[in-house]
């Protein structure tokens, strides 16, 4: 077996098993806003191993191409659609999305520099 | 059968965990399973194209990434005040 056979081998079980893991977490976790996280592993680690893969398998040709194409949607995707989700579930429960009157928000107060009015 | 098809064999397993996560919980929590559906199934096709050695498969993959984007989005938005 030549390595890039073996490296094909491993990037491909890589992103199989990096899917497998995070379906399990999207089911196992309690929270909603925990569940979201988990699709990120697979837009990033699972589809930029299958890149390498074939990559590594036919070269800089079409399919190589391509399969750039589509972890670009892939990670854009990921992106934007875990924010609209979280800020439609929000929306949801509180019929808006900005910070309730008196809520702590994690981190705000470094960001605006001590600020104590929000 | 080659490493791809024993892969994409597998990752159907993945698609189970999805099922469930899209029957339970509320009409939001939902549509996670949908939006990671469409990703584990963009990235099986993209196995079953190189396992069959054919690069026009691909295309069917990108099209499902397009597509399921849009998808995912317009629930979103109309599951946020309209559904």
């Known amino acids: 077996m030549s390595a890039a056979t073996l490296a094909v081998e491993v990037l491909v079980w890589v992103a199989v098993i990096t899917c497998l893991v995070c379906c399990l977490g999207l089911v196992v976790m309690k929270d909603f806003f925990e569940r979201l996280h988990y699709m990120?592993?697979?837009?990033?680690?699972?589809t930029v191993a299958l890149l390498a893969a074939v990559v590594i398998e036919q070269g800089w040709g079409q399919a190589a191409i391509k399969m750039s194409l589509i972890v670009i949607v892939l990670l854009v995707m990921n992106a934007v659609l875990t924010h609209a989700t979280a800020r439609a579930a929000r929306v949801r429960n509180l019929g808006h999305w900005q910070p309730a009157e008196g809520e702590k928000i994690a981190g705000l107060d470094e960001i605006a520099g001590g600020r104590k009015d929000h | 059968m080659n490493i791809w098809l024993t892969g994409s064999a597998v990752l159907l397993f993945a698609l189970v965990p999805c099922g469930v996560a899209s029957f339970r919980g509320d009409t939001v929590e939902r549509l996670v399973g949908l939006e990671m559906a469409g990703m584990i199934v963009t990235l099986l096709l993209v196995m079953l194209a190189e396992g069959m050695s054919r690069v026009n498969f691909y295309d069917l993959a990108l099209a499902l990434a397009l597509l399921a984007f849009g998808?995912?989005?317009?629930?979103a938005r109309f599951l946020e005040r309209w559904l």
């Open chain 2, 71 to 75: 998808g995912g989005l317009v629930f």
């Open chain 1, 40 to 46: 990120a592993t697979v837009s990033t680690v699972a």
